[in-house]
């Protein structure tokens, strides 16, 4: 419900009056259901729960709500001219059909955009993608959040226990996890015969608990959600099928895990 609300509001489109209202309104709901221990049938974003916690936002949040954005913007940190690619200080944004031109700061589109500035560019984009963009609604959403939470209580979670505070411990069939899991890197020959990774989901399916289970699945997808028609249907950022992998890497090259 949360989620198909969200993405039915975001731009005012379906209520352009007074749409404002209706933020407001969904954040005293998520709050009472914090309150009184309800859960929310939905998940959000991940950015969103950090947005309640007065997180701040980085690049991975970039990535996990629009990786395609996210990699065309890490391309240009690594140009070795990137005023080649004749950019300002600008956006493009679609609207009912029709393109618009918003300015990523002030007079955007008479900055051009340069190796030297480059990094203001890339934080340009993030600051308009994540926040500007939707600050009237997000605002609006907070405050009704904090109408019924006061905001020094959250200070306790962090933006994952406050995920499953909201929405619960997901129902997670180790079966049909493990049976909708792809191996690749070290692990693409042997796959669930590899030792290593017979390692990995016996600690997952008989030392986790249901709590650890869902941080595992937030730390590799952003989320702890499992669809319902289970793991076979996963998706990535782009909306299409991406199953849960096990990606075998050399130790020397990568010391600790790694996830999205």
Not at 149 to 166: C, G, I, K, N, Y
């Amino acid at each position: 419900m949360v989620a198909d609300l969200l993405l039915l509001l975001l731009t005012g489109i379906s209520c352009p009056d007074d749409h404002l209202i209706y933020f407001r309104f969904l954040g005293r709901v998520m709050g009472r259901a914090l309150f009184d221990r309800q859960l929310i049938n939905g998940h959000m974003v991940r950015h969103m729960y950090k947005h309640l916690l007065g997180w701040p936002i980085t690049f991975e949040d970039l990535e996990l709500d629009d990786e395609e954005y996210y990699q065309s913007l890490k391309k240009l940190a690594h140009m070795e001219d990137v005023s080649n690619m004749y950019l300002d200080f600008t956006a493009t944004e679609e609207r009912m059909g029709v393109n618009h031109e918003i300015d990523l700061i002030e007079n955007g589109a008479m900055k051009e955009v340069t190796n030297d500035n480059v990094a203001e560019y890339l934080e340009a984009n993030l600051k308009y993608r994540m926040l500007s963009r939707t600050k009237p609604q997000m605002t609006e959403l907070l405050l009704g959040f904090y109408d019924v939470v006061p905001e020094p209580a959250l200070t306790v979670f962090d933006f994952q226990e406050l995920e499953l505070m909201l929405c619960g411990l997901p129902e997670i069939d180790m079966e049909d996890w493990e049976a909708n899991t792809l191996y690749s890197g070290l692990y693409e020959g042997k796959g669930k015969r590899d030792q290593v990774v017979t390692w990995f989901w016996e600690v997952v399916r008989d030392d986790f608990d249901q709590e650890m289970k869902a941080r595992l699945l937030q730390f590799v997808t952003g989320t702890s959600g499992v669809p319902s028609r289970g793991f076979s249907v996963l998706q990535g950022n782009d909306g299409n099928i991406k199953k849960f992998s096990v990606h075998g890497v050399q130790e020397s090259s990568f010391p600790y895990p790694r996830a999205q």
